[in-house]
């Protein structure tokens, strides 16, 4: 007879047979259990049945799919799907029956095989003919366990050429016991090379890297005076699945000592409370000194930091916590000021409902500081926050510090000065005290009242104090909204002298400052201001200057008006205008008057289309700037217009500069008639520079013509109109034609130079012209300097040609490139030298080999050389020199060799998964160089 629990694990199974859903979490039927296996979650995404059943005292839940697919289940971020899944709850295990895929999220591997085993609360897995797979290998494994940060194997069979879809694989391995750190590397032990899947070589110990390539192991060996032999190995590791390193060699056949050992890590929660840790240390062989002597001991480097949170009671949040430790001494000469120094920085902030608090610690350790420290010791400080404190319109906002600090000495203290003792930084203790108190309301109506003292004191531990005090207050008087009146006193007092020169207070030391500001806006349009302050710790003779100000925006005016004028001196301190009458802005319809109604004011501008604009300005120490009047007529298309403008130097007084501008486009739509055109001209006049001597006159302009918005025709000059007798050239004149600019093919065509308007023409003229286009997979550009006869200029001539490249002929051949031709002239005509010059730089072409979908080889080319001619004989001829490539590419293994004519050296190197390569050989004018093997044994060591 069935027990209890069994005919009911039955019923409920029929019962979910017979309606054949699909199950979440949120139907588990109150199973909660399901969901908090250990410290992992379980959740159902698909099943088709499930049963409960008790089992010699054991509860298992049995999870079973159907015609809608497997069963399938997330285990935190981890996938898992197989046929049929049973969950003890008891012992927190799940058994994927059958076959099974177990895809992990953290190291992004598929676990495929019969009988799975999960242990959810060790967060292990075990299985028999486990096949496991990731982005970069495969592994095949007759019992694996996986643990958290390891993966273990027995009799296992793994390659990196899985991927590549070739039967059989070009090469594998197959080992005894293999051990997998994902992310980090493969330890394969007792293992058996094979090609083709035949065994042609054994190894004890095979490591296979899988981490990214700056964590790839590098070994550098290399030859030279004074060091000898010297060899640098960078080796990584691992420390469970948050800690990631390299243990740094180094190794120097003359220094002493030889060998110098360090390490650089990075680890991710190592410990309760941190959340990240760097490291960073080098202890090196110092290396000889500048005159050639062998030093003896070592140069360290340390660069160590950690952050991370403590939770605190009652806190609004956790505990943030950062400390930093940094000294070098690698690269430092015995005399820098910084060798052997380690500094220190270390801080903490937390923050509860009532205040906030920081404990900051900046320190040095090592040899005395002998320079200034600009940046001050903290040993330590505390600083302390407290919340803003409101009661209605009053508030107050406090914050206390105290500290011992070591700065560098405040050359106005005396006291400082001697207590440093000639030393160029001072220690002593400092209390700080900082709060800012404000009040504020409403006395009467439309009227505002502010109160404010904001105070700063610093007390220091030599008896020093400094005091930073600004007290004041503001009352504000509207009247009829827009006018208004304030009045404003402050008193501000700085008294003491610090010995640090970090905190040092500058200004003056008492000043009361008394202001009244009126704004008032007497008529529509129109605002009237002015401000008037007067201190009443200055003489009179020192008083700020009182500002006067009126806007008028009326049509047809617009003018701004700012004048300040001293009182006591009498004096005008400055002064400026600028006014615009008109414009089409500025133009209104008549608005109808009702019988009997007054006519109201209105000024028309009899020119809706003309603005005259003006502005000028003085200053007491600059005196009067230049006056400038413009006129602006603009059609009914506000893109057409037309301005003339005149500029006055009252000092001298003559006129500095003239000038007109001008735009326009059709009137009729861009497409019938799409034409828009601008243009510029600037006169300047000749202007005194002082000892009789003047500016020279110039003339400068340009004009452009545009047609659809993509060709434009333009001209530009730039001339001196009373150029210096001995001068050959008056300035530069070009025209040009060509497209817009910003267009996927443009090109331009220009002619021009320097221009000599005594002798009526070009100097030396030239024809530039550039075309640049560009498609999908194809870009060309070129550009060409024609120099053409001038007055000073007698041939035709080419002298700069550029042609640039990037063309891809369907998937197979590329081609890029760069050619640069110059020619240049030494000595006079007509017996003046050509020196002609070809670049490339370089001259790229790529084939791809193979008739798959991706090739399996790849011929490069590549030229980068110069050629010289002068007077049309070659100058070092040398022939032609490319580097020549062919690659190999076997998906997980390429075979690379390289020809570089230029250096006569032929190289052969191997890349597999994980790692940037190893050089085979390499063979040039210093013979056979074997960079893999060490010592003796190499021939290009010997």
């Not at 391995?173 to 094979?194: H, K, M, N």
């Not at 920081?358 to 926050?385: C, M, S, W």
Request: charged letters at 20%.
């Amino acid at each position: 007879m069935p027990s209890k629990a069994g005919r009911r694990g039955a019923s409920l199974g029929r019962l979910l047979r017979r309606r054949g859903t699909l199950l979440s979490l949120t139907a588990l039927l109150s199973l909660a259990a399901l969901g908090e296996a250990g410290a992992r979650t379980v959740r159902i995404v698909q099943a088709q049945t499930l049963e409960l059943r008790r089992l010699d005292d054991q509860e298992i839940v049995i999870i079973s799919g159907g015609e809608g697919g497997p069963v399938e289940l997330r285990v935190d971020d981890d996938v898992v799907r197989a046929g049929r899944v049973e969950y003890n709850r008891t012992r927190r295990t799940l058994t994927l029956l059958g076959a099974a895929t177990y895809h992990t999220a953290r190291d992004n591997q598929d676990l495929r095989g019969e009988n799975l085993v999960v242990d959810l609360a060790g967060e292990q897995l075990t299985g028999e003919d486990v096949l496991i797979s990731d982005g970069d290998i495969e592994i095949r494994g007759q019992e694996v366990e996986r643990i958290p940060g390891q993966l273990r194997a027995t009799g296992g069979y793994f390659t990196p050429c899985a991927k590549c879809g070739r039967t059989p694989n070009d090469y594998a391995f197959r080992a005894e016991r293999l051990i997998v750190y994902p992310g980090d590397r493969l330890v394969a032990y007792r293992a058996q090379l094979l090609l083709a899947d035949y065994p042609v070589l054994y190894l004890p110990v095979v490591v296979l890297p899988l981490n990214d390539a700056e964590r790839q192991p590098r070994l550098a060996v290399g030859r030279g005076s004074p060091d000898g032999l010297t060899v640098e190995a960078d080796l990584p590791f691992s420390i469970g699945t948050g800690t990631l390193g390299t243990t740094l060699i180094r190794y120097y056949e003359n220094r002493t000592p030889s060998i110098g050992l360090g390490v650089a890590l990075r680890s991710y929660m190592p410990l309760p409370f941190v959340d990240r840790v760097n490291l960073y240390t080098l202890a090196n062989p110092k290396p000889f000194a500048a005159d050639g002597s062998r030093q003896v001991g070592y140069d360290v480097d340390l660069d160590f930091s950690a952050r991370g949170r403590i939770p605190l009671t009652l806190a609004v949040r956790d505990l943030d916590y950062s400390l930093n430790v940094l000294r070098r001494d690698i690269g430092r000469t015995a005399t820098d000021p910084d060798r052997g120094v380690t500094a220190v920085n270390f801080t903490a902030n937390v923050e509860y409902p009532s205040f906030a608090a920081q404990f900051n610690y900046v320190d040095r350790y090592g040899p005395e500081a002998t320079t200034a420290l600009t940046t001050p010791l903290k040993q330590p400080e505390v600083i302390v926050d407290p919340k803003p404190y409101t009661a209605g319109n009053f508030s107050a906002d406090f914050r206390f510090s105290a500290g011992r600090y070591t700065g560098q000495v405040n050359p106005l203290s005396r006291r400082a000065a001697e207590e440093a003792d000639g030393k160029p930084n001072i220690t002593t203790t400092r209390l700080e005290e900082q709060h800012n108190l404000s009040y504020s309301v409403q006395p009467w109506r439309d009227a505002d009242l502010s109160l404010k003292n904001v105070f700063v004191g610093r007390y220091y531990g030599n008896g020093a104090r400094t005091v930073q005090l600004d007290a004041g207050a503001q009352l504000t008087q509207r009247f009829n909204v827009t006018n208004t009146v304030t009045a404003r006193y402050n008193y501000i007092r700085i008294e003491g002298t610090s010995p640090f020169a970090f905190d040092a207070l500058t200004g003056r030391r008492l000043s009361a400052p008394l202001s009244v500001d009126l704004y008032t806006v007497p008529v529509p349009d129109t605002t009237f201001r002015v401000s008037y302050t007067r201190d009443l710790f200055l003489p009179w003779n020192q008083q700020p200057a009182t500002t006067f100000g009126v806007t008028v925006n009326r049509a047809p005016v617009n003018l701004t008006y700012d004048l300040a004028y001293n009182f006591a001196t009498k004096e005008l301190e400055s002064t400026s205008f600028n006014v615009t009458l008109g414009g089409s802005s500025f133009y209104r319809q008549p608005t109808p008057v009702k019988p009997g109604e007054p006519v109201p004011f209105r000024a028309v501008w009899p020119a809706p289309n003309l603005t005259l604009t003006a502005s000028g300005s003085y200053t007491r120490t600059g005196g009067y700037q230049p006056f400038t009047v413009r006129a602006t007529v603009t059609g009914d298309n506000r893109a057409n217009s037309f301005s003339a403008f005149v500029t006055h130097d009252i000092k001298t007084p003559f006129l500095s500069a003239v000038g007109a501008e001008f735009s326009g486009v059709t009137r009729t739509d861009t497409v019938v008639n799409p034409v828009s055109f601008s243009g510029r001209e600037t006169l300047n006049l000749p202007t005194p520079l002082g000892g009789g001597s003047f500016t020279r006159t110039r003339l400068s302009g340009s004009y452009s013509l545009t047609w659809r918005g993509a060709y434009t025709l333009a001209t530009t000059h730039d001339l001196t109109l009373d150029q210096d007798p001995s001068a050959k050239e008056s300035g530069t004149v070009n025209y040009s034609v060509g497209t817009v600019s910003g267009r996927a093919t443009n090109w331009q065509l220009a002619y021009g130079g320097p221009y000599d308007l005594r002798r009526g023409g070009f100097t030396r003229p030239a024809v530039t012209g550039s075309l640049n286009a560009t498609r999908p997979g194809q870009r060309l550009g070129l550009s060409a300097v024609v120099n053409t006869p001038g007055l000073d200029q007698p041939r035709t001539e080419l002298t700069r040609a550029d042609v640039s490249a990037d063309w891809q002929f369907g998937t197979r051949v590329a081609l890029a490139g760069r050619a640069v031709y110059t020619r240049t002239r030494s000595g006079t005509y007509p017996d003046d030298v050509p020196t002609d010059t070809l670049i490339f730089d370089p001259l790229q072409v790529g084939i791809a080999i193979g008739n798959g979908p991706k090739p399996g080889a790849y011929l490069t080319g590549s030229l980068r050389q110069t050629f010289t001619w002068k007077d049309g004989e070659r100058v070092n001829a040398l022939p032609l020199a490319p580097v020549i490539g062919l690659t190999i590419d076997r998906c997980c293994w390429a075979l690379q060799a390289e020809i570089d004519l230029s250096l006569r050296r032929y190289r052969l190197g191997i890349s597999l998964p994980g790692s940037a390569g190893y050089p085979l050989f390499e063979y040039g004018t210093g013979g056979l160089n074997v960079p893999l093997l060490p010592g003796v044994l190499n021939p290009g060591t010997r």
